[in-house]
């Protein structure tokens, strides 16, 4: 196309109202959100100020299981400002109490003497530390676009319904977690799992009851390319 005639159709009227309503949206079901409107929680919390300026917690009055202590400190040698291992050290008291408790901040805050609010700050802000109690396992069902194209919103809903009598079960929506590729796909514990069906939502639950690896013929780990033509090694 010449320069000018590309000119030409970018000037181009658009096309009349009846040719743009030929096209008949499919009908999607609605995306589950919080009261705040957004898809993930904890971004309407309220400050409370009535509360005492945090102090940095005594090390020696406040009791931190050894191995918790062990995990931070190993993770605030690697940095050259300690403050820089929040995540890790965050991460490790989920792991040890299920969950970003003010105690488990507190016990983390005292390792690595900051305030707790310091830390609260980072718990808050992270996706993948929570700050609320919950089950033991975390089912992160991807609803971004290229999962939402091939039917994540049906996914989640049946994930939802598969989990729903299991306060064992966290399951929510979550952002692109970077396996597009296996769409649509869950994270199951951290187990990448696709391309997966609503009815592998029975499935996944029935797999973390019983103890055993989940979907193991979709885990991501177990599919040496995306090609479904090509089988696994
Ligand atoms: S959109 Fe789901 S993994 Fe990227």
Redesign the pocket.
Same mark, same amino acid.
């Given at each position: 196309m010449s320069p000018l005639s590309r000119r030409a159709a970018r000037q181009a009227p658009p096309p009349p109202a009846s040719a743009a309503s030929d096209w008949d949206a499919p009908e999607l079901p609605p995306v589950a959100r919080f009261a705040h409107g957004s898809r993930v929680p904890g971004w309407d919390d309220a400050v409370d100020l009535t509360k005492d300026p945090a102090v940095v917690p005594d090390l020696a009055t406040t009791p931190v299981p050894t191995g918790l202590r062990e995990t931070v400190e190993a993770a605030m040698a690697r940095y050259p400002d300690p403050r820089s291992a929040s995540i890790p050290a965050l991460h490790a008291a989920q792991h040890e109490y299920g969950w970003c408790s003010p105690e488990a901040i507190e016990q983390v805050a005292a390792v690595m003497h900051v305030t707790p609010a310091y830390l609260t700050s980072v718990a808050t802000f992270y996706d993948m530390l929570v700050t609320q109690p919950k089950g033991a396992n975390d089912v992160f069902v991807?609803t971004?676009?290229?999962?939402s194209l091939r039917g @994540?919103d049906e996914l989640f809903r049946a994930m939802n319904v598969a989990a729903e009598d299991d306060d064992e079960i966290t399951v929510r929506s979550f952002e692109?977690?970077? @396996?597009?590729d296996i @769409?649509?796909?869950a994270s199951v514990n951290g187990e990448y799992v696709g391309p997966l069906e609503p009815a592998d939502a029975e499935r996944i639950v029935a797999d973390l009851r019983a103890g055993k690896p989940v979907l193991e013929a979709k885990q991501l780990r177990n599919r040496p390319t995306a090609d479904p033509g090509t089988a696994a090694s």
């Open positions: 991807c971004n676009i290229s999962c @994540a692109c977690l970077g @396996a597009c @769409a649509p796909m």
